[in-house]
């Protein structure tokens, strides 16, 4: 099956500092999706993107299809940005891979 | 509108017990999928269904099994509960394998 790898797997940063998380995928997919889970464990779907670029506020994802991977980027972190990211593709409808995740920790 | 509801929150259940866990997709939304989340395998998919059938299957023993009605919600149960079963269990509704959202979960303990 296809494999998501997504580095860097653990991130510190202080407040204000910005980020870029990557996810790579071993095969061509049909849809790809950013995820922040949060402390009580529900996903918080970020960015549907299975190719170009998105923006949201202080979060923008960028996938370029044709080389297998996705960027999330997040300017100006907050403490609230803290949790973890998952990157989730699928080639098959209805079914997602996900990868192990990069957990983000924000200082103050 | 309402997002995905599961229930319940928190399960505590016993070696050898079953339990039925329940998922209420957004309205409109036909496919739903169910995955499991531990620690050690991060999360994996058990098996998505789309107006009424069982779409896509992970790879879980046949005492996981699940269900979708003709309002789309839908139910998953696992049979002779193990230690190894406790886990987030979380569900995940679409119109049609476009972006998914999920539900809040349902943490199961084995004990």
């Known amino acids: 099956g296809i494999q998501v790898e997504q580095s860097p797997p653990d991130l510190i940063l202080q407040e204000g500092a910005n980020s870029t998380l990557r996810c790579n995928f071993s095969?061509?997919?049909?849809?790809l999706q950013w995820f922040h889970q949060n402390p009580w464990g529900q996903l918080i779907n970020l960015f549907y993107?299975?190719?170009g670029t998105k923006q949201n506020g202080r979060l923008s994802a960028t996938t370029v299809a044709t080389e297998r991977y996705s960027l999330l980027y997040i300017s100006s972190s907050q403490t609230t940005d803290s949790g973890v990211y998952f990157c989730a593709v699928s080639t098959n409808a209805g079914k997602s891979t996900f990868g192990d995740g990069t957990t983000l920790t924000v200082k103050p | 509108k309402a997002g995905v509801t599961q229930t319940p929150r928190y399960l505590i259940k016993t070696r050898g017990q079953q339990v039925t866990l329940s998922c209420s997709p957004i309205?409109?939304?036909?496919?739903v999928s169910w995955y499991q989340q531990t620690p050690g395998q991060g999360l994996q998919f058990l098996f998505e269904?789309?107006?009424?059938?069982?779409?896509n299957k992970g790879n879980f023993p046949g005492r996981f099994s699940g269900r979708q009605f003709s309002n789309s919600r839908s139910e998953m149960n696992v049979s002779t509960l193990e230690l190894g079963d406790s886990a987030l269990y979380l569900c995940?509704?679409?119109?049609?394998?476009?972006?998914?959202?999920f539900g809040s979960g349902t943490r199961l303990t084995v004990v």
């Open positions: 995940a509704s679409s119109w049609d394998s476009g972006g998914y959202t």
């Open positions: 309205s409109g939304h036909r496919s």
């Open positions: 993107i299975p190719s």
């Open positions: 269904y789309f107006s009424e059938t069982q779409r």
């Open positions: 095969d061509s997919v049909n849809n």
